[in-house]
């Protein structure tokens, strides 16, 4: 960088000039001439940063790509990780349901063998009650028969003896 020459005495008589002072123009044109006096960058000043720049974001770049990869590859590494562990537990679940599910057919195929043999048991027992039925109301049948008949029979038999007994009180 390269300092910018400046002339003190030239500006101090413009301001004069232009109705400063001469006090106010001296200390105007040192004040204006100190902060003037500070380097400037040049053009190849400018170039020389610019390369700089430039050099340290590709480094910056190199080493975000590298770490880039680098979290890529190690991202997928636990996503496979996760996939294999996901996958085992999968099978054990399914392992897990499909014995629940064969015990719990074993469980209800027993559970309706049960309830057959108990409703064929049932119903031997309606039958058997049934027939006993059947026959109780046979037999009840020839017995109110046996009772009718015998009724009529002794109603005949009470007819026909009051008609007799009539016909020998009328002749």
Same mark, same amino acid.
């Given at each position: 960088?390269?300092?910018?020459?400046?002339?003190?005495?030239?500006?101090?008589? =413009?301001?004069?000039?232009?109705?400063?002072?001469?006090?106010? /123009?001296?200390?105007?044109?040192?004040?204006?001439?100190?902060?003037?006096?500070?380097?400037? /960058?040049?053009?190849?000043?400018?170039?020389?940063?610019? #390369?700089?720049?430039?050099?340290?974001?590709?480094?910056?770049?190199?080493?975000?790509?590298?770490?880039?990869?680098?979290?890529?590859?190690?991202?997928?590494?636990?996503?496979?990780?996760?996939?294999?562990?996901?996958?085992?537990?999968?099978?054990?679940?399914?392992?897990?349901?499909?014995?629940?599910?064969?015990?719990?057919?074993?469980?209800?195929? /027993?559970?309706?063998? =049960?309830?057959?043999?108990?409703?064929?048991?049932?119903?031997?027992?309606?039958?058997?009650?049934?027939?006993?039925?059947?026959?109780?109301?046979?037999?009840?049948? #020839?017995?109110?028969?046996?009772?009718?008949?015998? /009724?009529?029979?002794?109603?005949?038999?009470?007819?026909?003896? =009051?008609?007799?007994?009539?016909?020998?009180?009328?002749?």
């Amino acid at each position: 960088m390269t300092a910018v020459p400046f002339d003190t005495l030239k500006l101090a008589r =413009a301001l004069r000039d232009a109705t400063f002072s001469p006090e106010q /123009a001296e200390g105007a044109a040192h004040a204006i001439a100190e902060a003037v006096q500070t380097e400037f /960058a040049t053009k190849p000043d400018l170039r020389e940063v610019e #390369a700089a720049l430039s050099k340290d974001i590709r480094e910056v770049e190199a080493a975000l790509s590298k770490d880039i990869r680098e979290v890529e590859a190690a991202l997928s590494k636990d996503i496979r990780e996760v996939e294999t562990s996901l996958s085992k537990d999968i099978r054990e679940v399914e392992t897990s349901l499909r014995a629940d599910i064969r015990e719990v057919e074993t469980s209800l195929r /027993a559970d309706l063998r =049960a309830t057959e043999l108990r409703l064929t048991g049932e119903i031997a027992s309606t039958n058997v009650n049934i027939a006993s039925l059947n026959t109780n109301i046979a037999s009840t049948k #020839a017995e109110i028969l046996k009772w009718t008949f015998g /009724a009529i029979g002794f109603q005949t038999f009470i007819i026909l003896g =009051a008609t007799a007994a009539l016909i020998r009180i009328i002749r």
